[in-house]
C-alpha cells in the first residue's frame, strides 16, 4: 500500500490500484494455475476470469509481463495508453501486450463485466510479433469471429479447472490457437490459421513431455510423420520460431524451475534436459538467462531467505 494505492510487483512489472479496488472487483467465475512447473512453459494460460467492476476505480499495469486479452461483455470500461484514450463496449477485444504499460478504469457508474484470459511464458513476446498485433490495440471481431473467439476464451475455464499436469501440453496448444485465431481476424487473412496442423500439435505435444528432450527434432519430426524441412517451416509459419529455437525455450524454463525448486546437481539437470554435457547445457543457460546456472540458484536462494 502506497499513499492509498495498492502495488502488486512481479518480476520488472507492478500493477497499481485504486484504494478500494477489491471491493470494487467481483469475480463471477475464476480459475488459475501458478503453483506447478507448466506456469513457466513457452505458452501458458495461467489465468481465466469473469469480472464485474462496479464505482469508480482504476488500475495501471506498467511494463506488463504478460498477454492479456480483455473482452466486454457488458457496458463500457476505458483503456488510456501512451496518452490514447479508448472506451471498450460490449464485443470489443482489447489487446495487452508484454512489456505495455496501460491504465483501466470505469466509464460511467454502471458496472462493467469482461472475460479476461491471461497468457505468459517465453515465447509470448515472439508470438505477438510474429504475428504482428500490435501493443495496447481495441479489436472488434465480427459477429460470427465473436461468438467463436469467446468460446474459445470460455475453454480455458475447463483446461485450468483440471489442472492434470499430463494434458497440461493441452494449455499451450490452447494459447496457440487462439493467437493464431485472433491475428487471423485483425489481419483479414484468409490462409486457415485457426486450426494448427496435427503434425506441429504432435511435436508440440512430445516436446512438452517428459520424454520429448533427448531424440533429435529430426527423430521426433519423422515420428509425426514428417520431413525435418515440412516442419520447420510448419512451426515458424504457426508457432513464430524454428522447432530447435522452441525446445531451447522449454528446456531453459525446465532448468529455471529445476534449479529455484530442487537440490539436483547441475550435471543432473542436465541429463534431464538431454544435453550432452553439463559444460554445454551451462553455456546454453548462461546465453538464455544471462547468468550461470549455479548463479541463478545462489540468486534464487537468496530471494527465497529474502
Avoid at 494505492?5 to 507492478?14: A, I
Avoid at 485504486?18 to 513457466?40: A, C, Q
Avoid at 463496449?89 to 495487452?96: A, E, N, Q, R
Avoid at 505477438?128 to 465473436?146: Q, V
Wanted: aromatic share 10%; with cysteine.
Amino acid at each position: 500500500m502506497k499513499n492509498g494505492l495498492t502495488l502488486r510487483e512481479s518480476e520488472n512489472s507492478v500493477t497499481i490500484y485504486s484504494r478500494g479496488y477489491e471491493k470494487n472487483l467481483h469475480r463471477n467465475r475464476l480459475e488459475s494455475w501458478y503453483d506447478v512447473y507448466p506456469f513457466s512453459s513457452v505458452l501458458w494460460a495461467h489465468q481465466i476470469a469473469d469480472n464485474t467492476r462496479y464505482g469508480q476505480w482504476h488500475l495501471t499495469r506498467q511494463n506488463y509481463h504478460q498477454i492479456a486479452l480483455e473482452l466486454e461483455l457488458e457496458n463500457e470500461v476505458v483503456y488510456v495508453q501512451s496518452g490514447q484514450r479508448t472506451i471498450l463496449s460490449p464485443g470489443d477485444l482489447y489487446i495487452t501486450r508484454p512489456g505495455d504499460t496501460v491504465t483501466m478504469q470505469n466509464s460511467g457508474t454502471a458496472p462493467s463485466r469482461q472475460l479476461q484470459l491471461l497468457i505468459s511464458g517465453s515465447n509470448a513476446q515472439i508470438m505477438m510479433d510474429s504475428l504482428k498485433i500490435m501493443h495496447g490495440m481495441k479489436f472488434r471481431p465480427a459477429p460470427e469471429d465473436g461468438a467463436f473467439f469467446r468460446s474459445r476464451m470460455e475453454n480455458f475455464f475447463a483446461l485450468l479447472q483440471k489442472k492434470e499436469l499430463p494434458e497440461s501440453w493441452l494449455n499451450s496448444l490452447a494459447c496457440h490457437e487462439i493467437l493464431l485465431f485472433l491475428a487471423d481476424c485483425i489481419n483479414k487473412n484468409q490462409h486457415e490459421l485457426k486450426e494448427i496442423p496435427k503434425p506441429v500439435m504432435e511435436l508440440l505435444k512430445i516436446m512438452n513431455s517428459e520424454n520429448g528432450q533427448h531424440d533429435s527434432i529430426e527423430d521426433l519430426a519423422q515420428n509425426c510423420g514428417i520431413s525435418n524441412r515440412s516442419i520447420f517451416r510448419l512451426f515458424k509459419k504457426y508457432i513464430g520460431v524454428t522447432p530447435h529455437a522452441y525446445r531451447q525455450r522449454l528446456q531453459m524454463e525446465k532448468a529455471r524451475y529445476l534449479l529455484k525448486n530442487t537440490s539436483e546437481s547441475i550435471k543432473e539437470i542436465a541429463e534431464k534436459l538431454g544435453f550432452r554435457t553439463a559444460f554445454y547445457f551451462s553455456s546454453v543457460f548462461s546465453r538464455s538467462v544471462g547468468v550461470s546456472p549455479s548463479g541463478y540458484r545462489k540468486k534464487q536462494s537468496h530471494n527465497n531467505i529474502g
